[in-house]
């Protein structure tokens, strides 16, 4: 038994062919170290020579340890556990929306692994951070790999991908300070009016969840649930906690945690699956029929709107339950690879112009950064035969051919690899329109973001004011007056407190022009400078 990395049980060595111990150090190459300590100089105090094979390859296996960071959801923890079905979607049997078999036979259990992030961050950047979190689930299906690739929050600030990378580039750090300033998330959301709903949540408590454990999952995109006859329904995607609960944070509380520890939500799940306090989500989908729907005042394609649960109700469809932590980090959680285009039979797109995009864009940085053969990589490969006509590549670690390895091509008639039977009738959607760039019809921008505000609590509204204050209140004074139009016209008492404040803050905005961070990291920065230690040179 290991107990903090020690071995605690005392068990004869094993003896190997070779006169070496199961603990006997060896190179990549297999071969015993004898000296891990100096390398091999003229004397004892050098020169090296270029034959040190050992720390040769010791130091440039070293500096190639990292992988390409992700752009986004760079900040990760992961675990693995299982999904049970209910076999049911509410009431109803599940077949009479889809044909996936994940969903049929309750009890039926399917290995998963959970990827849960943060958005904007790097790599080491701290969990306290008003951010977006990821909530990326592989099932493992007998049909092969789904991935249901979302966030914690349900709903997303922009609703057409060809502003995603804009976006980015607005929340991350100043490509010249390196220094990450509201003024210029402001500044793109200041232009971005159907950003208010999602700005509304992320600067209220919602922003900043308590850990990864007591928070909601969605994913956020509109997909299509088929069934047996082709036909299709739109779907919406929910994890509801269940035994552990929903926890956010306040400002203050983050910064106090922040303080002692900037990987709290990191330890928080290894430790609970590790004393088998295992959490559980149940997973709830919204259905809806597949057409426009011109009954409703918003376009339920647009991600930055909520399907009413009072006409879409969240319908139970089975649990989840993580239950084992990763046995290597960079193997299991660094390496996971996701895309919103992982769907199997019976599952499938919607015209969601967002899931569109993220379908090309997720698998394409996976290719980026892990490698072409990044689904050979055991935690992303599937726990099913995989058989293609795919070849080679960087990294290839076995060919996954048919009964005859000699044909890498189809159709063939020389034993090469055939198409499979049909599950089920195909999901034909027609469309008759004109190939044009234009903007969804019913934008709708503030009504939702209004309903938010007013359905939180009054200590939510007030955190809500604080941090929209202490962040806008560096940025232009145009950048404001747009931001408090856009409060406005999702609610005016909304609109008048985030003017209010501005117009306390003024002074210290002053005070402070020219700075390239938020009020509150303004205060760190002089804090450091005038309460540092003098100390003499040595």
């Known amino acids: ?15 190997t062919g070779t006169g070496e111990t199961e603990e006997t150090l060896t190179n990549r190459q297999g071969h015993p170290v004898v000296d891990n300590q100096n390398i091999r100089t003229v004397g004892n105090r050098g020169p090296a020579t270029l034959e040190n094979y050992h720390f040769i390859e010791k130091i440039s296996h070293f500096d190639r340890e990292r992988i390409p960071e992700r752009v986004v959801h760079a900040r990760g923890a992961g675990a693995h556990g299982y999904f049970e079905t209910y076999g049911k979607v509410g009431d109803e049997d599940v077949a009479k929306y889809t044909r996936a078999k994940v969903f049929k036979g309750a009890g039926k259990r399917t290995p998963v692994f959970v990827r849960f992030s943060t958005v904007a961050g790097a790599k080491e950047s701290p969990e306290t951070a008003r951010d977006p979190r990821g909530f990326a689930v592989k099932f493992y299906t007998e049909d092969g790999n789904w991935d249901l690739v979302g966030n914690n929050l349900k709903i997303f600030f922009i ?10 580039h607005a929340f991350k750090p100043d490509p010249v300070t390196n220094i990450q300033n509201p003024e210029r998330m402001f500044d793109f ?28 999952g969605s994913g956020v995109n509109t997909y299509k649930w088929v069934n047996e006859a082709g036909e299709a329904v739109l779907v919406k995607y929910h994890w509801e906690p269940l035994k552990q609960g929903i926890r956010n944070l306040t400002q203050k509380e983050a910064n106090e945690i922040q303080g002692m520890n900037t990987s709290h939500a990191t330890q928080d799940l290894y430790e609970a699956i590790e004393k088998g306090d295992y959490p559980e989500w149940e997973l709830c989908v919204q259905i809806m029929s597949d057409d426009e729907h011109p009954e409703l005042d918003f376009d339920p394609l647009d991600d930055t709107k909520l399907w009413p649960q009072d006409q879409f109700p969240f319908l139970p469809v089975g649990k989840m339950v993580l239950n084992k ?22 599952l499938d797109f919607s015209d969601d112009k967002m899931l569109q995009g993220r379908t090309f864009s997720y698998s394409d940085t996976q290719r980026y950064r892990v490698g072409a053969n990044y689904l050979q990589i055991p935690i992303n490969k599937p726990k099913k035969r995989v058989a293609t006509n795919q070849r080679d590549g960087q990294h290839a670690h076995y060919v996954d051919d048919g009964r005859n390895p000699h044909v890498n091509y189809e159709p063939s008639m020389l034993d090469g690899l055939k198409e499979a039977e049909r599950a089920g009738a195909d999901h034909q959607p027609a469309y008759n329109a004109k190939l044009i760039k234009q903007p969804i019809d019913r934008k709708n921008d503030y009504g939702q973001a209004g309903d938010t505000y007013r359905s939180f609590e009054d200590w939510e509204r007030d955190e809500l004011i604080s941090n929209l204050v202490d962040a806008l209140s560096v940025s232009h004074p145009d950048i404001q007056k747009a931001m408090i139009g856009h409060f406005t016209k999702a609610d005016e008492e909304y609109g008048r407190r985030v003017a209010e404040g501005l117009e306390k803050a003024k002074q210290k905005m002053d005070q402070t022009a020219g700075d390239t961070g938020s009020a509150a990291a303004k205060k760190a920065a002089d804090t450091a400078k005038q309460e540092g230690h003098e100390a003499d040179p040595y």
Request: without cysteine.
């Open 1 to 15: 038994m290991w107990r903090g990395g020690i071995n605690v049980e005392h068990e004869d060595k094993k003896k």
């Open 159 to 168: 609703r057409d991908p060809l502003k995603f990378p804009d976006m980015i």
């Open 189 to 216: 959301v200041s232009k971005t009016p159907e950003a208010t709903h999602m700005i509304t949540f992320l600067f209220s408590p919602w922003g900043i969840p308590a850990n990864y454990r007591q928070m909601q």
């Open 325 to 346: 932590n990763p046995e290597n980090y960079f193997a299991e959680v660094e390496q996971a690879a996701f895309g919103t285009g992982v769907l199997v039979d019976g």
